[in-house]
């Protein structure tokens, strides 16, 4: 289930490179899997590169699977993790971790929750201790519900209500996914969060956070035998959690007409467009299809080597931006988006026709061998390049696993997409970017001028 945004953690700097032969990009360190007697599911990637280890703990929750009406739920509680257990209080264990000069947080998405730390490899006993401990003892007060709700409502206001793309992008997810909960923006409505309390707080806490739920990663300067005695020490000590019912969100309706989109605004200074579609990931997908999706990404508007880039701000030189978005690592099918902005001397529909007449050549025509295989070659090299960076590979599995994937689809991904063909692409493309079913977004500067 690899995905492209895990790609981001990879080093691009040598992404035109040609693809290596085979033997050459085969794992320096194998990564290990294995389930302790309550559920919790444990990989380990031994990197001996640098006296340091990242341990991440995912689990298997995030927006989507909230209840109705509770939305930014999940969230909220990400927040209120850091609140304290009787046997650490609030603060210990951001101390402990700044103490010996490492890093932690931790992150809600759509389908996970996610708590990190990199730090020394004698600190991971330590690290294990916190994470086990909260993972079950979390003390939740009425003081502590009312002080950090009102910091996650100031979060929304200032990452989302004070950001007029932030804006236009939650009513672009709430208009093209009409039943399907990724409509609904992580953080919540505001409405909505305002009346989060301790009661939704600790029953969502019951339910999702057990061993049962969540997935461990610990990437570095370990071994497994020792990582699977610390972590029998720790979360082994730690009870099964209550079983939870597949994981099955609603599903979408068939789409039947083009939708769009409109913000004007007196903050936005230049406008731009975006055009989106829902599509497949790499759970959902038909065999193949996934990685057909990243290319076409790829090869259509990925970088500086796309076509976008190449005609519309290149050779044309109408664009200021171009290029495509594809998530295709959700749990559920996702989203391809196209997307422009122009410059000063040109208009938005100059770009965002031009972007149209090269997905529609796309589409017509299909790719050629040259692009194509420019295209694996920067994919598999990211992938080669990202186990250079240990966090990035202990994002990479924790990732694969908590969407329901496995070690063994990452080991098969370099050579799923070196198997892409031409026509697989065009296909895709022909099959799922109609631009009779897509939802157009416009965010513009408003007659008040730009702030």
Known sequence: MMFKTAMAFALTALLAAPVLAKEQVQPEAVAEQFVLDNGLEVVVIPNRRAPIVTH????????????????????????LMFKGTA????????????EIGGTGNAFTTNDVTAYYQVVPPDALASMMDFEADRMR??????DVIGSERDVVLEERRMRTDSNPQALLQEEVYATLFQNHPYRIPTIGWMHEMEQLNRADAVAFYNQYYAPNNAVLVVAGDVDVDEVRALAEASYGAVPRGPALPPRVRPAE???????????????????SFTKSWIVPTYRSAENGEAEALDLLSEILGGGSRSRLYQQIIVKDGIGASAGTRYDGGAYDDST??????????HTLADVEGAISEQLALLIKDGVTEAELESAKAR??????????????MAHIYGAELANGGNIETLAEWPDRIRD???????AVAAKYLDPSLSVTSYLLPSDAGAQ
């Open 336 to 345: 391809f988006m196209l997307y422009g902005a122009p410059q000063p001397e």
């Open 253 to 271: 309706p068939q789409h039947d007409t083009q939708r769009t989109v409109t913000l004007a605004d007196p903050r936005v200074g230049i406008a």
């Open 137 to 142: 003892g979390l003390i939740l007060t009425e």
């Open 379 to 392: 994919y598999v090299r990211s992938m080669i390049f990202a186990r250079d960076v240990q966090f990035s």
């Open 87 to 98: 046997r650490h209080p609030a603060g210990e264990l951001d101390r402990a971790v700044t």
């Open 56 to 79: 991440m703990v995912w689990y298997k929750v995030g927006s989507a699977d909230e209840p109705a009406g509770k939305s930014g739920i999940a969230h909220f509680l990400e927040h």
């Open 420 to 426: 892409v063909t031409a026509e697989q692409v065009q």
